[in-house]
């Protein structure tokens, strides 16, 4: 198994399809990675050298926000939201939906458990 940026990569699966498995990168930046690296569309991983290994590493880490980074960045921006107070800010707080989305009837799991105080457990 290939391990790249904190993901193992599946080794029977198309180079272009397992990297849509690490985190930020869906199938058209997988695409461009794989163009830039002049990689062939039905090559395997296991198929690949350590020298490609290598490259699609530092095309990665060089060109996109991935796994950790990207995580942090997303929870920054989430407590800059509330800590502005605005509606995205208090929606986030109180676990609801963002966009508008019906509360009535759905969101049943968004809800369930949630913003439970220690006064109301005794």
């Known amino acids: 198994m290939s391990y790249i940026l904190g993901t193992n990569l599946v080794p029977n699966e198309q180079v272009k399809i397992a990297l849509t498995r690490i985190f930020g ?10 163009d830039q690296l002049g990689l062939n ?16 590493i ?13 995580a942090r960045v997303i929870q920054r921006d989430i407590k800059q939201l509330m800590s502005i107070g605005c509606y995205r800010g208090f929606r986030h707080n109180a676990g609801l ?17 949630r913003n439970v105080s220690i006064n109301q457990r005794n």
């Open 25 to 34: 990168l869906g199938p058209k930046k997988a695409i461009q990675v794989c």
């Open 41 to 56: 569309d039905n090559i395997k991983v296991n198929k690949l050298t350590k020298y490609q290994i290598d490259r699609i």
């Open 58 to 70: 530092k095309i990665i880490s060089q060109n996109y926000l991935v796994d950790l980074e990207l």
């Open 97 to 113: 939906p963002l966009r508008g989305q019906r509360t009535h009837t759905n969101a049943k799991t968004c809800r369930k458990f």
